[in-house]
């Protein structure tokens, strides 16, 4: 699964229609295999994006949890851990 695509259920504040939108972006890069596309393909991977949004947005709204929720900074410091455990400290 491509790096970049958050987990965005169950968080407080709620997740944001633009976080939203990034996950869906990446995400249909990653099945496209492009960052940008054509001219003749641009209104198509718009709609593409379009799409996951408003379906991933009807997921996350319509999922029951019944984790406490989960907070941006919570995560943040969590993928430090991961990051620092992974990579080992940098040495600035």
Known sequence: MCRNIRVL???EPPTTDEEVRAAALQYV???SGTRKPSKANE???EQA???VARVTRALVREMETHSPPRTREGEAAKAKA???K???ARVA
């Open 82 to 84: 991961r990051g620092a």
């Open 9 to 11: 259920l169950n968080f």
């Open 29 to 31: 890069r990653k099945v």
């Open 86 to 88: 992974r990579y080992g």
């Open 43 to 45: 209104a198509l991977f």
């Open 49 to 51: 994006v379009e799409d």
